[in-house]
């Protein structure tokens, strides 16, 4: 499934309806869908760079980008890009900004999409669980 074919209100219909459901904040749910499309953009344009995903709140719109950090010395050219190169952008940019890719919409293969429908359920598990509890002391 092509992301820009996700009609936007209906990610966000979809995020209400979770969200009441499981009795947590839809912001938790809106994050957890932008950390699996962000996932799977990781899988598409490598592990190793840093592909970040949002989703506008109002429109349900994704916008899926890579960053890369202006500094001082480049450690890694997947991430990081030098003050030379940062200054040749518009507008230049200065060590701790980054700039931006826009890239383009992700097809979820069945995989792809597996994938994130797991991530989501994960975060949801993981906030309406109950604390474990721990006990100290012997265990008989």
Do not use: H, N
């Not at 979809?14 to 009441?20: F, G, L, M, N, S």
């Not at 826009?102 to 309406?128: D, H, M, Y």
């Amino acid at each position: 499934m092509d992301t820009s074919s996700i009609p936007g209100l209906e990610l966000i219909q979809v995020a209400d309806v979770v969200a009441r459901e499981k009795s947590i904040d839809r912001e938790e749910v809106m994050a957890a869908m932008e950390e699996a499309i962000q996932k799977a953009g990781r899988a598409k344009y490598g592990l190793d760079r840093d592909i970040r995903a949002m989703i506008d709140r109002k429109s349900g719109a994704i916008t899926l980008e890579r960053w890369i950090e202006v500094v001082e010395e480049v450690e890694d050219d997947e991430t990081q890009m030098s003050l030379e190169d940062g200054a040749k952008q518009t507008p230049p940019l200065a060590a701790g900004e980054f700039w931006r890719q826009s890239l383009p919409p992700i097809e979820f293969g069945r995989i792809a999409a597996q994938t994130a429908k797991q991530v989501i359920s994960q975060k949801v598990r993981r906030r309406t669980r109950p604390p474990v509890r721990r006990i100290q002391g012997p265990c008989w």
